[in-house]
């Protein structure tokens, strides 16, 4: 996967705003204020994603390039190489999952506001 691809995929998502907040090589995606994904931009190697702890282990079992997520609780969030192991459609529905366990966990009011932006 390129930066091209992980950029317009983020962005494609409902709420979603790109945001340097750590430094300036560090890419993050959120929704309504929350972080779903990040990335190291130069050199752009890998991504973190939240998970879910069961799916997060899971993962990191059944593919190489899945480690526990790099500077991040290690519970929640895997770190995934975009290096070409993985297909791009299996690292972009991982990031639908890492945006959809956010966007569960947000208000009832959130919600609801990006289910309108949606329509």
Request: aromatic residues 10%.
């Amino acid at each position: 996967m390129d930066i091209e691809t992980y950029r317009n995929h983020c962005l494609r998502n409902k709420g979603v705003t790109e945001e340097f907040p750590f430094n300036k090589s560090t890419l993050v995606y959120k929704v309504m204020g929350k972080m779903f994904t990040l990335a190291n931009i130069e050199p752009f190697e890998s991504i973190n994603l939240k998970c879910s702890p069961e799916t997060a282990l899971q993962l990191r079992e059944m593919h190489e390039g899945v480690t526990p997520g790099y500077h991040m609780n290690k519970k929640h969030w895997n770190t995934v190489r975009t290096d070409g192991n993985i297909p791009d459609k299996t690292i972009c529905q991982w990031i639908d999952d890492s945006y959809g366990l956010v966007v569960d966990k947000l208000s009832q009011r959130d919600r609801k506001w990006l289910e309108q932006e949606a329509q």
